[in-house]
T-cell receptor, first 114, second 111 residues
Framework: NAGVTQTPKFQVLKTGQSMTLQCAQD?????MYWYRQDPGMGLRLIYY???????DKGEVPNGYNVSRLNKREFSLRLESAAPSQTSVYFC?????????????FGSGTQLSVL | RKEVEQDPGPFNVPEGATVAFNCTYS??????FFWYRQDCRKEPKLLMS???SGNEDGRFTAQLNRASQYISLLIRDSKLSDSATYLC????????????FGAGTILRVKS
């Protein structure tokens, strides 16, 4: 089982460049999430989608946009990358979108913005 | 004050030792509590949920103290394979789908 698949695994951008991180899950989950993880900070929620067709801001949404393309796919876009966006990004999904549901994470994207 | 605070460690323990981590949370309305495990450069994975009455899964025991607003994780008979970062996760009711992660506690088990 693939679970949650993220691409790319690594990316280096120059300041001002744009890119899209792709995420797909094959578990028929309703809810999907994008987190970033920085040293000493823990994972912080960027955006989430409780169901197909809906998206909501998380704790740190500035500089990002998301698209819930269908039930399987949830992409994260950086329109104009900044060095402060250097981080490890994780996509996750869960079944019901309730707080007591287990999160399944993708393997992460290491992004460096120079 | 951070919503979820953990001692970053590292905790360096010998194989077979018992080790305990605490995690404090600031929002008294928090409803759900979890421990996730994260191996180096890997994604987090759910280790166990934490229930009000406390719960055990093999060598791992999780407890919740609502009065003092902390949760704990006890690992007995530590194995080399337990070396990882342990993330405390809390879900304040009013935050809806937002899970708040602690920065993690590093455990290193040595032979």
């Amino acid at each position: 089982n693939a679970g949650v698949t993220q691409t790319p695994k690594f990316q280096v951008l120059k300041t001002g460049q744009s890119m899209t991180l792709q995420c797909a899950q094959d578990m028929n989950h309703n809810s999907m999430y994008w987190y970033r993880q920085d040293p000493g900070m823990g994972l912080r929620l960027i955006y989430y989608s409780a169901s197909e067709g809906t998206t909501d801001k998380g704790e740190v949404p500035n500089g990002y946009n998301v698209s819930r393309l269908n039930k399987r796919e949830f992409s994260l876009r950086l329109e104009s990358a900044a060095p402060s966006q250097t981080s490890v990004y994780f996509c996750a999904s869960s079944n019901q979108g309730r707080t007591n549901e287990k999160l399944f994470f993708g393997s992460g994207t290491q992004l460096s913005v120079l | 004050r951070k919503e979820v605070e953990q001692d970053p460690g590292p905790f360096n323990v010998p194989e077979g030792a018992t080790v305990a981590f605490n995690c404090t949370y600031s929002n008294s309305a928090s409803q759900s509590f979890f421990w996730y495990r994260q191996d180096c450069r890997k994604e987090p994975k759910l280790l166990m949920s934490v229930y009000s009455s406390g719960n055990e899964d093999g060598r791992f025991t999780a407890q919740l103290n609502r009065a003092s607003q902390y949760i704990s994780l006890l690992i007995r008979d530590s194995k080399l394979s337990d070396s990882a970062t342990y993330l405390c996760v809390v879900t304040p009711w009013e935050y809806g789908n937002k899970l708040v992660f602690g920065a993690g506690t590093i455990l290193r088990v040595k032979s």
